[in-house]
């Protein structure tokens, strides 16, 4: 027996007769009063309650009695594999007993729960079947060049590097900036010069980069050191290693001090991805061990500066050869496609809208799991596209493309862009996204809460949905308890702190929950869009009629027999 907070064996021993009178009368998932007495089991290695009376008690289960109900879009069950723990026959009939409209089923990746809630809904409930697809953008993350700027291959680039405080572009700082100005094959000027940061450096920071406080004590200020970074590359375009990552500090420090920064800029990672199959990894000094060149001080930017020009020289001569190409314009449509593997993956709802999104689904996960399996069933963007009809497309939570763009300080240009491709938004509550808090990636809940005004911004400007939902993995807070067992077992430190991921959190909890967004908002993004989303849905079954899975006679046998014998075979060859 378990009350929610601790849990005790309750035993007695009974005659025949006895045992008969309670044979029914005791059932699992019964509330009950029990008073006994503590002993020992028969073996002694622990205690049990020896019962002596018993008897039903009343008990309050949660109930959701608001009078318009939301619609959970974000919901797991246990065929989310090793993640999740919510029966699906169970939540299904949950839905109904309170009344929901409907309930959406989104795995990670697979159908399997499928049957089990159509069986579940029958004709009380309508099913929003979807999965939470692990999504490849291998159309906009394969892009090399970024702008609009065009030049020969042969022209003038310069090329750069920074280093920085830490790697958060919204609280660390730039440090030092090296750049080359690479022209017709040769470098024909250098830039340097140290940022001071206005803080200490940490101990891991100093023996990384090998730059000290007292080297940044006399350095100049940030607007200074962009100023003349600015003048030297003189409006042609940029070459990086990892790109986004040197950009994003440039852009966020201009930004900051008042300076203009709209470059045209080439990233020399994914260029090397593409044109270096062979490397299983691309970092700046594998690249240029690959390439037999020259060691040097890495993580100092003004010697990887040097030796990204050299590594962007050869580079460029292999386009030039392998490509028949002459312009920057060219390359991304020349190097369209590539290996997916070196893209990561990001969380996606898809919905099913009607019979031939249903369709459409079913092929996505076959492709999934058939052609683009790496370590977890892809779906590249490019396949999505292609089968993308009677399916509606949400942008899932912190894991999710949009998301993971706020997070990392991307200008608001790229998340229009990003977001332009959903069909709705989302946004989860605070609670979810905690652990960011804990790993550092925030620092105070008002970030989280400004991630989520973020995204109704987005909404907004393209009237688009945006939609509150909890990312259901299991049934009662409670049962936070197993999944904490289930996340310890494949190694989440943080697995005792549980994200309230129960289902279903009420309109009035959410609504509180939002209400930093406003009651009219909280009210849309709660309930209203919730409802809208699943309107647009029809009624589908996910098995076609006439259907069914075939029967073998002596099937279910002859399966027993071979399972005990290959069981009994490898009994002995381990004995032996």
Same mark, same amino acid.
């Given at each position: ?217 006399? @350095?100049?200020?940030? !607007?200074?050191? &962009? ?5 030297? *590359? /003189?409006?042609?375009? #940029? $070459? ?11 852009? @966020?420090?201009?930004? !900051?001090?008042? &300076? ?5 800029? *080439? /990233?020399?990672?994914? #260029? $090397? ?31 990887? $500066? ?271």
């Amino acid at each position: 027996m378990t009350d929610y907070t601790n849990s005790v064996t309750v035993q007695k021993n009974l005659t025949e007769k006895e045992a008969q009178g309670l044979e029914s009368a005791i059932k699992v998932g019964m509330w009950l009063l029990v008073q006994g007495k503590m002993e020992p089991t028969w073996d002694g290695k622990d205690i049990q309650l020896n019962p002596y009376h018993i008897q039903i008690t009343e008990h309050a289960e949660r109930q959701d009695t608001a009078p318009e109900k939301r619609v959970e879009l974000h919901l797991h069950t246990k065929m989310s594999n090793m993640d999740a723990l919510t029966d699906t026959k169970e939540v299904v009939q949950q839905a109904i007993r309170w009344g929901h409209p409907a309930i959406a089923i989104t795995d990670h990746g697979v159908a399997q729960s499928f049957p089990d809630a159509w069986h579940a809904a029958g004709d009380k409930i309508k099913i929003l079947y979807g999965v939470e697809g692990y999504f490849i953008n291998n159309i906009d993350d394969r892009v090399v060049v970024h702008g609009h700027q065009d030049c020969p291959l042969d022209g003038e680039f310069v090329c750069f590097d920074i280093e920085t405080t830490g790697l958060k572009v919204d609280r660390e700082a730039i440090t030092e900036i090296g750049a080359v100005v690479l022209k017709n094959g040769e470098i024909t000027d250098r830039f340097q010069t140290f940022v001071n940061p206005n803080r200490h450096l940490t101990p891991e920071i100093i023996g990384l980069t090998g730059i000290t406080d007292d080297m940044l004590k006399d @350095a100049p200020q940030l !607007k200074e050191a &962009l100023t003349e970074f600015l003048k030297f *590359v /003189d409006g042609r375009p #940029l $070459a990086a290693h990892n790109a986004e990552f040197d950009i994003s500090f440039i852009r @966020a420090g201009c930004a !900051k001090v008042g &300076l203009d920064f709209s470059p045209t800029y *080439v /990233d020399s990672l994914i #260029l $090397a991805q593409n044109l270096l199959p062979e490397l299983g990894k691309h970092k700046l000094d594998i690249v240029a061990e690959h390439l037999n060149l020259p060691a040097f001080n890495h993580h100092r930017a003004s010697d990887d $500066a040097m030796v990204l020009a050299n590594i962007f020289l050869v580079l460029l001569q292999r386009l030039q050869e392998d490509y028949q190409i002459g312009k920057v314009s060219q390359i991304n449509t020349a190097l369209a496609g590539g290996d997916i593997k070196k893209l990561r993956s990001y969380h996606q709802i898809i919905l099913v809208k009607n019979s031939t999104g249903l369709k459409n689904l079913y092929k996505l996960i076959s492709y999934a799991h058939l052609d683009y399996f790496y370590k977890k069933p892809r779906i590249p963007k490019s396949v999505l596209m292609k089968h993308r009809e009677g399916l509606l497309i949400g942008s899932a939570c912190e894991a999710g493309e949009l998301f993971r763009a706020i997070v990392s300080g991307q200008p608001w240009n790229e998340l229009v862009s990003i977001a332009k491709f959903y069909d709705y938004l989302e946004i989860q509550p605070l609670g979810n996204n905690m652990f960011m808090l804990r790993d550092g990636t925030v620092q105070t809940e008002e970030q989280l809460r400004e991630f989520n005004r973020t995204v109704i911004k987005l909404g907004q400007e393209l009237n688009k949905p945006v939609v509150a939902t909890c990312d259901v993995h299991f049934m009662d807070p409670h049962d936070s308890d197993y999944r904490k067992i289930l996340m310890a077992g494949q190694g989440f430190t943080d697995a005792d702190q549980q994200a309230p991921l129960y289902y279903p959190v009420p309109p009035p909890q959410m609504l509180q929950e939002f209400a930093y967004l406003g009651k009219e908002k909280a009210y849309e993004v709660v309930v209203e869009n919730s409802n809208k989303i699943a309107d647009m849905v029809e009624e589908v079954s996910p098995i076609p009629p006439g259907v069914f899975p075939p029967f073998i006679d002596g099937a279910e046998e002859q399966l027993t027999t071979i399972t005990w014998e290959r069981a009994k075979k490898s009994v002995r060859r381990s004995s032996a």
